[in-house]
């Protein structure tokens, strides 16, 4: 039971250009939330998170969108750079006794190409 | 300031073996947490302590152990070694219920 997902392995984008990566959640309960971002034979770094008393959150090129309806969260990259290749996951926490317990979706191999 | 350490980088076992994996951070973090990571599956909790003495089940805790004998340590045992524990294994710790930090990794090969 995949609690979070992101359905798409991969992205292509060019240099200079918005890089937009989806998360879809189905638990209820899950009140904050997270990008991490990964390179090879490195632990995964946090990029940006967001609460859901939240739709969205900035910090500079990274933004983050949750649509509480939905189920659904994004993060937006503007502009991409080369530097951005990576794996980026998406993870949950439920608040409440889960002390601070991630749930990771599968993770999305960005290529930004110059 | 080290961060999160993770001793080994990389191990090879034989199907029965036993060995430990050690976590160590120097943040003063209360909670430690252990993952794994699979290709397609993301990282999976494996156990996670909040605490110095106490230890808790993840989502995937068959076939490990952990201890957390002291506030800046946690380590992950594998009693008997099986091939399905081919793993990259990931440690991290947080401030409560912020932000985790997560160490380099472990590679472990069963063979």
Not at chain 1, 17 to 37: A, E, G, H, P, Q
Request: proline share 5%; aromatic share 12%; net charge positive.
């Amino acid at each position: 039971d995949q609690q979070v997902k992101q359905n798409s392995p991969s992205l292509s984008v060019q240099e200079g250009r918005i890089s937009i990566l989806n998360c879809d959640y189905t638990n209820s309960m899950f009140d904050y939330f997270l990008w991490y971002k990964k390179y090879p034979a490195e632990g995964p770094t946090f990029l940006i998170s967001i609460s859901s008393i939240k739709d969205k959150n900035e910090d500079g090129r990274f933004t983050v969108f949750l649509n509480k309806s939905a189920k659904h969260l994004s993060l937006h990259i503007v502009p991409s750079q080369p530097g951005d290749s990576a794996v980026y996951f998406c993870a949950a926490n439920a608040g409440g006794t889960s002390y601070g317990k991630l749930t990771f979706g599968q993770g999305t191999i960005l290529t930004v190409h110059p | 300031n080290a961060g999160v350490t993770q001793t080994p980088k990389f191990r090879v076992l034989k199907t029965g073996q036993s060995m430990t994996l050690l976590c160590a951070q120097d943040m003063n973090h209360e909670y430690m947490y252990w993952y794994r990571q699979d290709p397609g599956m993301g990282l999976r909790l494996i156990h996670y302590s909040v605490g110095e003495g106490t230890t808790a089940k993840g989502e995937v805790p068959d076939g490990y152990n952990v201890s957390r004998l002291k506030k800046q340590n946690f380590l992950l045992g594998l009693e008997s070694a099986a091939p399905s524990q081919t793993s990259v294994y990931f440690c991290a710790s947080s401030y409560f219920r912020d932000t985790q930090y997560f160490g380099p990794g472990t590679r472990l090969t069963v063979l």
